[in-house]
């Protein structure tokens, strides 16, 4: 019997989530961290809330995310002009660069799982793995 999509979906997410983990390591992030600042800088100015729907975790683990990326000097934080209660965050130079070395990483990482994979279907099952995502109400490309 072949295993079902869904299993091999979770298993790549365990071995990808753990080999990420072991490559950010050296540079101080962890998982959450280094997808908080990639969303970052795709869109700066997320409030906690939409940062925490965008990056898969909870709201509480957002703001502890937050706190550290702050602390280190990797995300700077302001007050919402229009609404005092909203806080938005900003990648700062910081971390860029912590990102751009990370990035470096993870690229090799990709690449790895990659191999073999000839340019024309790693497209396809990008569109394809995004579409399952949105079809699943994972947010990809929705609009805050």
């Known amino acids: 019997m072949q295993p079902r999509v869904s299993y091999l979906v979770g298993r790549l997410d365990r071995v990808l989530r753990r080999r990420l983990g072991e ?22 100015g997320l409030s906690n809330a939409q940062l925490a729907r965008r990056t ?20 700077g934080r302001r007050a919402d002009p229009d609404h005092g209660r909203i806080i938005r ?5 910081a ?6 070395a990370c990035d470096r990483a993870v690229d090799q990482i990709e690449r790895a799982m990659l191999r ?19 079809r699943l109400g994972g947010g990809l490309g929705r609009p805050e």
Do not use: F
């Not at 950010?24 to 908080?36: C, I, K, N, R, W």
């Not at 073999?116 to 949105?134: F, M, N």
């Open 95 to 100: 971390g860029r660069r912590v990102l751009e």
């Open 23 to 44: 490559a950010l390591a050296p540079h101080g992030l962890t998982v959450s961290e280094y997808t908080a600042l990639s969303v970052l800088r795709a869109r700066g």
């Open 116 to 134: 073999g994979v000839p340019a024309s279907e790693r497209t396809r099952l990008k569109d394809t793995l995004a579409g399952c995502v949105e």
């Open 56 to 75: 898969l975790i909870t709201p509480q683990a957002m703001n502890e995310v937050l706190a550290r990326l702050v602390d280190r000097g990797y995300v």
């Open 89 to 93: 965050a900003e990648l700062t130079e």
